[in-house]
Nanobody
Framework: QVQLVESGGGLVQPGGSLRLSCAASGFTFSTYPMSWVRQAPGKGLEWVSDINSGGGGTSYADSVKGRFTISRDNAKNTLYLQMNSLKPDDTAVYYC?????????????WGQGTQVTVCS
């Protein structure tokens, strides 16, 4: 069965960095685009970034452009999100999802999420 398992979240001070990982299994990872979506406390889902199946095409929300970098290692079936210059507004549960192109879904599978908290 399809599984997506995020890791790497935590508590970080403003200006700090974190790298999220999403381990995929149960499908041919290298043939699917992948996305990161977040949900801040009390707010709806917000698309963050996506990457095409080969890793050569990426898209970012304006709110994270220039600070976050999405990447993937198809040999390891793993999706990454490098987050730099973190701000308190980046506090959210971060989900990886299968699917998505340039900020549009559909997303057919989701991970359980990993919490990122940015505060001093």
């Amino acid at each position: 069965q399809v599984q997506l398992v995020e890791s790497g979240g935590g508590l970080v001070q403003p200006g700090g960095s974190l790298r999220l990982s999403c381990a995929a299994s149960g499908f041919t990872f290298s043939t699917y685009p992948m996305s990161w979506v977040r949900q801040a406390p009390g707010k709806g889902l917000e698309w963050v970034s996506d990457i095409n199946s080969g890793g050569g095409g990426t898209s970012y929300a304006d709110s994270v452009k220039g600070r976050f970098t999405i990447s993937r290692d198809n040999a390891k079936n793993t999706l990454y999100l490098q987050m730099n210059s973190l701000k308190p507004d980046d506090t959210a549960v971060y989900y990886c999802a299968r699917g998505g192109v340039a900020g549009w879904g559909p997303y057919d599978y989701w991970g359980q999420g990993t919490q990122v908290t940015v505060c001093s």
